[in-house]
């Protein structure tokens, strides 16, 4: 898979890309991750990105042409046709693990990172495929969002984490939240691990398992249980 982040922000996204999972998977080529600067397709001396809002009204816009410019260099860069252009917006649909797993089986991903008040609207019409959000709050700009949404995709690739099943059993599969998990030692300050964990009874521990998460899942996250 090839990803490419269009930010005027770049140094935002560099360390959460330059770590752990998401390294390794660049690392053994499972993943190209490229960032490139928003700044880069302006054309005044400044690398001026924003402008204020016709209308009037608080806070900059990002302006339309560099974005336009960008994505057309990437798609020929890359020999592009029709890639997704993802823009990170707090009025886009809510991203989940179901678009996790529909975007890992993508071969190219185009994110657009909006920063200030917001992306003219023509960006939006016209180059965004979809607009996503990851959660009912506001961030200051796309960047840590677009870095939430790539985690979450890359360590889906196949290769990307060492142990398949470990990614079967994550919360969300299956509509319900991951049950809690326990390493040694197994008594610590007096709080023992449970008795079944120990017990070697591989479906009395399943069982458990599957209780456990039911419980959690009724307690915080009860819509999952109807979701089909
Ligand atoms: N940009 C600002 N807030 C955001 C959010 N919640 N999700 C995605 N992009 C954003």
């Not at 890639?83 to 886009?92: A, N, S, Y």
């Not at 960047?143 to 919360?171: F, K, Q, T, W, Y």
């Not at 049950?179 to 008795?195: A, F, I, N, S, W």
């Amino acid at each position: 898979m090839k990803i490419f982040v269009v930010t005027a922000f770049p140094g935002l996204l560099s360390g959460p890309l330059a770590e752990s999972i998401i390294r390794l998977a660049q690392e053994s080529g499972i993943v190209q991750i490229e960032l490139v600067d928003l700044r880069d397709f302006t054309t005044d001396k400044h690398r001026q990105v924003d402008d204020y809002p016709y209308g009037g009204g608080p806070g900059m816009i990002l302006k339309p042409e560099p974005f336009f410019r960008a994505v057309e260099a990437i798609e020929k860069k890359g020999k592009l046709v029709n890639p997704r252009v993802l823009q990170m917006t707090p009025q886009g649909k809510r991203f989940n693990q179901g678009l996790a797993k529909e975007f890992s089986r993508l071969d190219n991903l185009i994110f657009l990172c909006g920063h200030y008040k917001g992306v003219d609207e023509r960006v939006l019409e016209h180059l965004v495929t979809d607009e996503l959000s990851i959660g009912d709050y506001v961030l200051t700009g796309g960047e840590l969002a677009a870095a939430v949404i790539i985690d979450a995709v890359v360590r889906l690739l196949p290769g990307a984490i060492g142990d398949v099943d470990s990614a079967l059993s994550d919360s969300f599969e299956n509509n319900r939240l991951d049950c809690p998990h326990y390493t040694r030692p197994e008594e610590y300050r007096g709080m023992k691990v449970p008795e079944v964990l120990l017990s070697g009874h591989h479906a009395r521990i399943e069982e458990w398992r599957l209780n456990k998460a039911l419980e959690k899942t009724k307690a915080v996250r009860a819509d999952l249980l109807n979701n089909e």
